[in-house]
Nanobody
Framework: VQLQASGGGLVQTGDSLRLSCVAS????????MGWFRQAPGKEREFVAV????????VYADSVKGRFTISKDNAKNSVYLQMNSLKPEDTAVYYC???????????????????WGQGTQVTVSS
C-alpha cells in the first residue's frame, strides 16, 4: 500500500489548510487511516484518525475543535481540514494507515504499518 499526502504549505496564524492522503489500495473498509505530525526536535505525535467503516474521527486534544478528519471511501482518501492554525501546529504531517490497529490503540503510531512521505505545514505568527 502506498500513501500519497499533499496539501501542506506556509500560512499565517488563524488560517486554514486542507491535507489530503490517497491510498493505492482498494477495499479499505476495515482500515484505519489518519495523520500524525512531527515538529523539529520533537517526537512524532498523533493528530487524528478515522476508521473507514465509521464516520467518527478520533482527535488529539490539541486539535479538537479546530481540525476535522473526513474520508471518501470511493477514492480511498482521507482529508484533514485544519482551521484556526497556530504556530505550534508547525510540523511535517504524515499520513498513516493500518488494517490491524484496535480502537484503544489508534493514537499509537507503532501500530500503523503504512506511512506516506509527509507534507510540511508551517504556521507563521
Amino acid at each position: 500500500v502506498q500513501l500519497q499526502a499533499s496539501g501542506g504549505g506556509l500560512v499565517q496564524t488563524g488560517d486554514s489548510l486542507r491535507l489530503s492522503c490517497v491510498a493505492s489500495r482498494r477495499s479499505f473498509s476495515r482500515w484505519v487511516m489518519g495523520w500524525f505530525r512531527q515538529a523539529p526536535g520533537k517526537e512524532r505525535e498523533f493528530v487524528a484518525v478515522i476508521r473507514f467503516s465509521s464516520d467518527n474521527g478520533v482527535y488529539a486534544d490539541s486539535v479538537k475543535g479546530r481540525f476535522t478528519i473526513s474520508k471518501d471511501n470511493a477514492k480511498n482518501s482521507v482529508y484533514l481540514q485544519m482551521n484556526s492554525l497556530k504556530p505550534e501546529d508547525t510540523a511535517v504531517y504524515y499520513c498513516a494507515a493500518s488494517s490491524t490497529v484496535i480502537s484503544s490503540a489508534v493514537s499509537d503510531g507503532q501500530f500503523y504499518n503504512y506511512w506516506g512521505q509527509g507534507t510540511q505545514v508551517t504556521v507563521s505568527s
